[in-house]
């Protein structure tokens, strides 16, 4: 019986050596597989979502809301209505990207944030969009207000 005791202590020991950073590693594994669904969840959701506004943009091809401005443009006050109201899905998709990103690891950020930093500059240039964004500023979260007022203050429109 001793025989059998001592090989179950060292059963025991070898299980606990070998168990526990088996252990360790298993979480940080699962951890970060965790935080890599939350990242693409991130993207995806942000993705689909500018894919709605794209649709919005084929639907509405007479008004100046794609990501390239429509040259000799001249909207009447209805185009510029209905401008606005397409204006805002955007705002509210920009300030969604802000939320997502501005929490986010660094790798994610250079990754994903730096295009749709970009991307909100190449609107702030446009007039239209600094048109309709002072007829909504005021409705949006203060950080990313605060984010958009900034921006548009560096960049001149075209």
Known sequence: MPDLRALLDIAVAVVNLVGVPVA???FFLNKR???LEREYGTYNSLDEKYVDYLKICVEHPNLDVFDLPMPDYKPTPELCWQ???VFAM???ILERAYLMYRDKS???RESQWVGWEAYMKDWASRQNFR????KLKGQFDCGFEK???SLLSQIRPL
């Open 90 to 92: 955007l705002i509210a």
């Open 131 to 134: 048109d309709a964004w002072d």
């Open 83 to 85: 401008e606005l109201q």
């Open 106 to 108: 660094h790798a994610v």
């Open 24 to 26: 360790i590693v298993l």
């Open 147 to 149: 984010y958009m007022a």
């Open 33 to 35: 597989r965790e935080r």
